[in-house]
């Protein structure tokens, strides 16, 4: 039986050989040369939403955008928002403020070719909005971004921000304030412990995650919660490398897909623009998801 309480569900949409797990083994150069795979995963993903009646958020790299405009028509056409995760799955602490500016022009550039409205919602690549990379806020704030969903309250040795506020909060800026949506955590034994989809989705059982959400729920939280069209293909070519990215990469990519639909039928999902504007957090000129 579905709860109450709107939480939001978003996709990273990029292809399975650009995550950090195998930087070692594909540049940026080698992307147009790999196999393409990413209609797999979306259309297991917008059927998932279509069974449950959900709506969700749609992270675009400007690369796919560019590629693929007939993509992002899809996800509007189905009612889904369309938000920006950078062009090219660079780290932020990479690129600095000017190339973060850059990418996401040309993100929204790519976009705007496709059809879709100016995204007001972002999510750096590989949460790598940490507190070394705090000015992204400024040019997100500059650029006229409403929201961002790039900060992991949790401890890992990529990213995370373990001591920032777990559920909705505001960002002030230099040049404005930025609604942050970090991605769900739940506390216990004094740390924040991921609920939020990922990798951690795929290694614990379903109903951690179901635990989780029931849990912010009595908290009075919205979930924040995430996946990769690429966890939704079993099929997708192996990668040599060493055997933590493997393992990270490949854990039970067989059981995504009847994970989502569980979870979706468990919980009431939208875009994340919708929740913060049911939270009260945005005004509310927007009618999908």
């Not at 928002?81 to 062009?87: D, I, Q, R, W």
């Not at 660079?90 to 879709?116: N, Y």
């Not at 040795?157 to 230099?174: H, K, N, R």
Request: aromatic fraction near 14%; charge should be neutral; charged fraction near 25%.
């Amino acid at each position: 039986m579905k709860h109450g309480v709107l939480h939001s569900i978003s996709f990273d949409v990029e292809e399975w050989y650009m995550v950090a797990n195998f930087r070692h083994a594909f540049t940026t150069a080698d992307w147009s040369r790999a196999e393409q795979r990413l209609d797999i995963g979306m259309g297991r993903i917008f059927d998932a939403l279509d069974r449950h009646g959900a709506k969700a958020t749609f992270f675009y790299l400007g690369w796919v955008a560019e590629r693929r405009p007939d993509l992002v028509q899809e996800t509007l056409r189905r009612g889904h928002e369309v938000g920006s995760h950078g062009f090219g799955h660079e780290f932020l602490w990479d690129i600095g403020p000017a190339g973060l500016d850059a990418e996401l022009a040309r993100t929204e550039e790519a976009l705007a070719k496709a059809g879709s409205p100016p995204p007001v919602g972002f999510r750096a690549s590989t949460f790598t909005l940490t507190r070394r990379t705090w000015w992204a806020f400024e040019v997100l704030a500059r650029r006229g971004y409403l929201y961002d969903s790039s900060v992991h309250p949790i401890a890992h040795p990529t990213y995370g921000v373990p001591d920032f506020e777990a559920g909705i909060s505001v960002v002030e800026s230099p040049a404005g304030a930025v609604v942050e949506f970090p991605v769900a955590t739940v506390r216990a034994f004094g740390r924040n412990w991921p609920v939020g989809g990922g990798g951690y989705f795929r290694l614990l059982p379903v109903a951690c995650t179901i635990a989780g959400l029931r849990r912010l729920e009595r908290e009075g939280r919205r979930a924040a919660f995430y996946l990769h069209p690429w966890e939704f293909d079993p099929d997708q070519p192996r990668v040599p490398g060493p055997w933590s990215r493997r393992f990270r990469h490949y854990l039970n990519l067989s059981r995504t897909e009847a994970r989502l639909d569980r979870l979706l039928a468990s919980f009431h999902f939208g875009s994340m623009r919708a929740v913060l504007e049911d939270a009260g957090e945005l005004p509310r000129p927007f009618s999908a998801g």
